[in-house]
């Protein structure tokens, strides 16, 4: 079956780090992007950014450079979304999706979403 | 960046309705506009790629024009399983972007 299957949800505290995962199966990982999306309480979608995990080629997007790391692991088809020190404001679904172009993506396979709940 | 506004935010419509719910982006974007559908909870679903590409799976009931900075998607026929969030998303120039969402819910 082709999927990405992401880790399970998460409760932190403000000022911890944070690295989730989504693992893609039943198609070639590396020859597809795998990009990341957020979405807060209640709230729309917003792209972060995207790897492509052939040769770890990554774009983020301006309004996320900086706050989060993302990376991938070919080798067990494995794309992350990292935090260094998170905010209450990261609360939220984090979805990765998957996307052929990465320059003009179609987000055609979707993970089941990680939910990350940062509280003191 | 670019912004994609949609209209309405919110819809209410019976089964077996006609809908039709439009994107503008502040630029043009030729026709690299998405659409998907998110059911509450659930991972967000691709229905129309390229601004009028039906992917396929997705019933013939969606359909969906434009070029440039308008388009539209149209729901013919509204089934139950319709009830959700759609969301366009532009995929011409990086960061890509998505409006803001329209729910449709039953009347």
């Known amino acids: 079956e082709v999927q990405l299957v992401q880790s399970g949800a998460e409760v932190k505290k403000p000022g911890e780090s944070l690295k989730i995962s989504c693992k893609g199966s039943?198609?070639?990982?590396?020859?597809?992007?795998i990009g990341w999306v957020r979405q807060m309480p209640g709230k729309g979608l917003e792209w972060m950014g995207i790897?492509?995990?052939?040769?770890?080629?990554?774009s983020y997007s301006p309004s996320f450079q900086g706050q989060v790391t993302i990376s991938a692991d070919k080798s067990v088809s494995t794309a992350y979304l990292q935090w260094s020190s998170l905010k209450a404001s990261d609360t939220a679904v984090y979805y990765c999706?998957?996307?052929?172009?990465?320059?003009?993506?179609?987000?055609?396979?979707w993970g089941q979403g990680t939910l990350v709940t940062v509280s003191s | 960046d670019i912004q994609m506004t949609q209209s309405p935010s919110s819809l209410s419509a019976s089964v077996g309705d006609r809908v039709t719910i439009t994107c503008r982006a502040s630029?043009?974007?030729?026709?690299?506009l998405n659409w998907y559908q998110q059911k509450p909870g659930k991972a967000p679903k691709l229905l129309i790629y390229?601004?009028?590409s039906l992917r396929s799976g997705v019933p013939s009931r969606f359909s969906s024009s434009g070029s440039g900075t308008d388009f539209t998607l149209t729901i013919n026929s509204l089934q139950p399983e319709d009830f959700a969030t759609y969301y366009c998303?532009?995929?011409?120039?990086?960061?890509?972007?998505f409006g803001q969402g329209t729910r449709l819910e039953i009347k």
């Open positions: 999706a998957r996307a052929y172009d990465g320059k003009t993506p179609e987000f055609d396979l």
């Open positions: 039943g198609y070639g990982f590396t020859n597809y992007w």
């Open positions: 790897v492509y995990p052939g040769h770890s080629d990554i």
């Open positions: 630029q043009t974007i030729s026709r690299y």
């Open positions: 390229a601004a009028s």
């Open positions: 998303q532009q995929a011409y120039s990086s960061p890509t972007t």
